[in-house]
């Protein structure tokens, strides 16, 4: 089988979508891009063309639930191959509005799946989440630790990989991969691309940015009695070049898998909360202000991956740490203090 050429990305515009569509236009792929802007703008998309110094080949502004709309798309165009990072993904939101979350999240897979069946396209790469291994204790995890959701949109990316085992399971041709990220985070180093969530998205780094500009007044750090160094919880912190290149690579190895494979995407490194504060001062050479307050319900004290499968597989592993993250992000919040939307112009940007 050859490798794919055409990929069609959901949520392209979106965080971690809009840095692989950069990647994959930067290693020659066709790109195919469908949002429906809820979490993301189209601002983006000259941005991603500007890094990539190539055009998207097309864009679709669509829900991917409007099947009919996404089957056009598929029409139009001969896809090899499908990145899927479209949804919602703010587990506070999802335990308020549950049922939002279970159609945007379960809704839009089983509509994907059913334009791709339509059109003979069976090879897929599915963002899912370490959230799904929930509270698993102390260490690094591997891919075999028991999915403990403990939350709506846990139990949807579990729902989703469920869904994924039983579509691969009756249909042989199909190949699948689901990545569960740990923690994304930092930009592009151009400042063109980074993460730029409505309203307030409840992730530490965007937060930390804002404090660092004086947007925010000071880093709540949520919990300073975690069974961890210094009782701040501990994620594994992974930069969204890495995640980009993962998916890329991934793409290869749809062509040698059959059926589904689940593999961690971490650095195998944990960062306590303060330890992200302090690289982040360091990167943008001031302290920080933060106060410890009570945990945030939900929170888990440490989530680190044990990502030696996909280092053993496909022979990749992260290149860039907590500090290089910090740079980034911290260039981005710079040169857009209010996101895409209010983005100081660089350049030669066009508008
Ligand atoms: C969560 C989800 C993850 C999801 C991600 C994106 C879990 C276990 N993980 O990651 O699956 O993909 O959100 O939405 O549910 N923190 C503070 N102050 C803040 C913000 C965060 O101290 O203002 C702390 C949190 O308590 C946590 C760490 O920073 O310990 C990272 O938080 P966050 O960026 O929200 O990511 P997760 O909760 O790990």
């Given at each position: 089988m050859s490798p794919p050429t055409t990929v069609l990305v959901t949520g392209g515009a979106g965080f971690i979508g809009s840095h692989a569509c950069a990647d994959l236009l930067d290693h020659g792929y066709e790109v195919i891009v469908v949002d429906d802007y809820s979490n993301s703008s189209p601002q983006v998309l000259p941005r991603l063309e500007r890094v990539a110094g190539r055009f998207v080949g097309a864009v679709y502004e669509l829900d991917i639930r409007d099947r009919r709309a996404l089957s056009a798309v598929f029409d139009r165009h001969s896809v090899d191959a499908v990145m899927h990072f479209a949804g919602l993904k703010a587990v506070g939101a999802s335990t308020r509005m549950p049922v939002a979350y279970y159609d945007s999240n379960v809704g839009g897979l089983t509509s994907l799946l059913r334009a791709m069946h339509g059109h003979g396209v069976h090879r897929l790469v599915f963002s899912s989440?370490?959230?799904?291994?929930?509270?698993?204790?102390?260490g690094p995890l591997p891919e075999t630790t028991p999915a403990r959701p403990t939350n709506p949109y846990a139990f949807s990316k579990w729902l989703c990989e469920q869904i994924l085992k039983d579509v691969c399971l009756r249909h042989p041709d199909y190949s699948v991969l689901c990545l569960r990220y740990f923690n994304p985070a930092g930009a592009h180093p151009s400042g063109l691309l980074g993460e730029d969530p409505?309203?307030?998205?409840?992730?530490?780094m965007p937060h930390v940015a804002q404090v660092a500009t004086g947007r925010?007044?000071?880093?709540?750090?949520?919990?300073?009695?975690?069974?961890t160094t210094d009782g701040t919880a501990v994620r594994d912190y992974l930069h969204v070049l890495d995640t980009a290149e993962a998916h890329r690579i991934a793409l290869d190895h749809l062509v040698d898998t059959v059926g589904l494979r689940v593999y961690n995407l971490g650095a195998g490194r944990g960062s306590s909360v303060l330890e992200v504060v302090a690289a982040f001062s360091e990167a943008c050479g001031r302290p920080i202000p933060y106060e410890i307050v009570s945990r945030r319900s939900g929170d888990v004290a440490e989530l680190v991956a044990d990502a030696s499968a996909v280092d053993r597989d496909w022979g990749w592993h992260p290149t860039r740490g907590l500090a290089e993250m910090c740079h980034d992000a911290w260039r981005f919040q710079l040169l857009n203090p209010h996101g895409y939307a209010g983005a100081a112009r660089h350049p030669g940007e066009k508008r």
């Open positions: 989440s370490c959230t799904i291994y929930g509270d698993a204790g102390h409505r309203g307030t998205s409840g992730n530490l925010q007044e000071k880093v709540r750090v949520f919990g300073g009695d975690y069974p």
